[in-house]
């Protein structure tokens, strides 16, 4: 039988050696990377930016880099699986850094996976 996957693409935000993580809205203790997953027929690239556009209004000068990793979240969904991608990326902030209604928090952590 195949398993259904979707993939997600997400950035890993460095600032002074650390990862920008977003805490979602709805008790705040979820943290997740900025990015959302790919729709059909969009560049993993396109996704990045347009996900960074509505989580981090303001977030300007995005240039996505290399692969860092990509894993099975484990996480198991209605309709099939997630995968993530998690790409470097250099992007410049708006200070203070101005969040989406979808997320409550942010945290800036050493690494890009918990």
Same mark, same amino acid.
């Given at each position: 039988? $195949?398993?259904? &996957? ?9 600032? $002074? ?5 977003? $805490? ?5 203790? &979820? ?10 027929? +969009? ?11 509505? +989580? ?14 990509? &894993? ?29 209604? +979808?997320?409550?928090? &942010? +945290? ?7």
């Amino acid at each position: 039988m $195949n398993k259904l &996957f979707y993939v997600g693409a997400k950035a890993a935000i460095e600032k $002074n050696g650390k990862i920008l993580w977003l $805490n979602k809205a709805g008790g705040c203790s &979820f943290l997740d990377l900025p990015g959302g997953r790919i729709q059909d027929q +969009e560049h993993y690239i396109d996704t990045i930016a347009r996900e960074l556009s509505e +989580e981090l209004p303001g977030i300007s000068n995005i240039q996505v880099g290399e692969l860092l990793t990509a &894993f099975d979240t484990g996480w198991a969904l209605s309709d099939g699986g997630l995968i993530w991608m998690v790409y470097s990326v250099k992007a410049d902030l708006p200070e203070p850094i101005v969040l989406s209604p +979808e997320h409550c928090g &942010f +945290e800036w952590r050493n690494e890009y996976t918990l």
